[in-house]
T-cell receptor, first 112, second 116 residues
C-alpha cells in the first residue's frame, strides 16, 4: 500500500551548518512530492515541491532532491537558522490528485 | 498573504457529543480538505471536497463524519457522537485546483479537539 517514511526522527544541527532531512516513499505511482514545515501548535507550512520529472529543485536556502530509482526524497537547508527548528514532513501526491500522504516527520533542532 | 482560518482553536467536548469544526478556505480556492493529526503522529488525510461534493475520503472518514459548505465561504467538519480516539488536531486545507504541481495545498492553523 501507500506509505511515506522518514529515516531519522530527530536531527540536531549547529546554527549556520547545512541540514539534510531524508524521506523514503514506497508508492512508485506518486509523481508529486512536497516538503512541509510544522512549528509547534501550527499547521503544516509549504516549503518546496518537486515533480517526478525533475531530480532537483531549489528555493530560497532550500533544495529538494528526488531519486526515483531508490524512491528517496531529501530536503537540504543551507545555513540553518534557529527559526528553522520545527518538524519537517515529506508528503506525496499524484500529479492531479487531491490526497496528500504524509511521512512520519523529522524534528529539526538548531543549536545556537 | 491569504490564509486558511479555522475556529475554534481548541475545543473540549464530552464523549458522545457532536462537534462542528469550522474553516474559511482561501477565497479563490476550489478544493477543500480536512486532515487529522493525533498527538505525536503524522498528518492523515480525511476528506477532499469539490463542487459541493466529496471527491475522495479515507477509511477514517466513516459515517461519524460529515462535511458541508453551508455558504460561499465556510467549510465545516461535523463529528457525531465523539469518541476518546477522536482527540486530535484537525487541519482544514484548500487549493486552487487539484493538489498537484503549481496548486499548493495550504493548511490552516488547526483546531485541537479534546474528547473527555
Amino acid at each position: 500500500g501507500e506509505s511515506v517514511g522518514l529515516h531519522l526522527p530527530t536531527l540536531s544541527v549547529q546554527e549556520g551548518d547545512n541540514s539534510i532531512i531524508n524521506c523514503a516513499y514506497s508508492n512508485s505511482a506518486s509523481d508529486y512530492f512536497i516538503w512541509y514545515k510544522q512549528e509547534s501548535g501550527k499547521g503544516p507550512q509549504f516549503i518546496i515541491d518537486i515533480r517526478s520529472n525533475m531530480d532537483k529543485r531549489q528555493g530560497q536556502r532550500v533544495t529538494v532532491l528526488l531519486n526515483k530509482t531508490v524512491k528517496h526524497l531529501s530536503l537540504q537547508i543551507a545555513a540553518t537558522q534557529p527559526g528553522d527548528s520545527a518538524v519537517y514532513f515529506c508528503a506525496e501526491n499524484m500529479e492531479y490528485g487531491n490526497k496528500l500522504v504524509f511521512g512520519a516527520g523529522t524534528i529539526l533542532r538548531v543549536k545556537s | 498573504e491569504p490564509e486558511v482560518t479555522q475556529t475554534p482553536s481548541h475545543q473540549v467536548t464530552q464523549m458522545g457529543q457532536e462537534v462542528i469544526l469550522r474553516c474559511v478556505p482561501i477565497s479563490n480556492h476550489l478544493y477543500f480538505y480536512w486532515y487529522r493529526q493525533i498527538l505525536g503522529q503524522k498528518v492523515e488525510f480525511l476528506v477532499s471536497f469539490y463542487n459541493n461534493e466529496i471527491s475522495e475520503k479515507s477509511e477514517i472518514f466513516d459515517d461519524q463524519f460529515s462535511v458541508e459548505r453551508p455558504d460561499g465561504s465556510n467549510f465545516t467538519l461535523k463529528i457525531r457522537s465523539t469518541k476518546l480516539e477522536d482527540s486530535a488536531m484537525y487541519f482544514c486545507a484548500s487549493s486552487k485546483n487539484t493538489g498537484g504541481s503549481g496548486n499548493t495545498i495550504y493548511f490552516g492553523e488547526g483546531s485541537w479537539l479534546t474528547v473527555v
